[in-house]
């Protein structure tokens, strides 16, 4: 069974700050992790994958996150926060294959103060 | 390119009807899933369609069923809904073999009343 757990529901940060979102993950078999992004009344934006290879994956926007398998964790960062960064965030998981449902977190809502 | 359509946008219904949900994937996509998303939570995976037959299921009772179409397009029928169906339903699209790279579309806001 793969479970996810986001930890912090509502995150806030200043404009120009670092941005830290945290996951960590369950899994019986070796993962894919996603990031995703949602804007209000939208879909599900990819940001980011881990699938195989490098362990510090870089996605859209500026988005990196790191998988580390001995903490299972894969926190989303990014350096400079935005004002356009204001959005849910889900962390998701899915056995490694190609055709696998995904598990996911249940948000983290990221707001930016001016 | 279009991305993953889904229609319609937005649904009302009453307890007890049906409702059937629409969804084109991406182009060259041939794996389509769906997801129910309540308010404020993530989302929850209900069924996945390839070559036409259901290949994997989430904790969804009977009500909840699908088909695939030859072009891969996908429909989700919900029956005898209850109040508790309302959320937002999204499908999401993929290719067998691209390592369960899934792009959504915008969803379905279905409200029970």
């Known amino acids: 069974a793969q479970s996810v757990t986001q930890l912090g529901s509502h995150v806030s940060v200043s404009e120009g700050a670092l941005v830290l979102l945290r996951c960590n993950y369950s899994s019986s078999v070796p993962p894919y992790l996603f990031w995703y992004v949602q804007y209000p009344n939208q879909g599900l934006q990819l940001l980011l994958k881990y699938t195989t290879g490098a362990t510090l994956v870089k996605g859209i926007n500026g988005f990196e996150a790191e998988f580390k398998k001995s903490e299972t964790s894969f926190h989303l960062t990014k350096p400079s926060a935005h004002m356009s960064d204001a959005a849910e965030y889900f962390c998701a998981v899915s056995e490694g294959s190609s055709a696998s449902k995904i598990i996911f977190g249940s948000g983290t809502r990221l707001s930016i103060r001016p | ?113």
């Open chain 2, 1 to 113: 390119d279009a991305g993953v359509t889904q229609s319609p946008t937005h649904l009302i219904k009453t307890r007890g009807q049906q409702v059937t949900l629409r969804c084109s994937p991406k182009s060259g996509h041939d794996t389509v899933s769906w997801y129910q998303q309540a308010l404020g939570q993530g989302p929850q995976f209900i069924f996945q369609y390839y070559e036409e037959e259901e290949r994997q299921r989430g904790n969804f009772p009977d009500r909840f069923s699908g088909h695939q179409f030859p072009n891969y397009s996908s429909e989700l029928n919900v029956n005898a809904l209850l109040l508790g169906d309302s959320a937002l339903y999204l499908c999401a699209s993929s290719l067998a073999g691209s390592k369960n790279i899934q792009y959504f579309g915008a969803g379905t806001r279905l409200s029970v009343l």
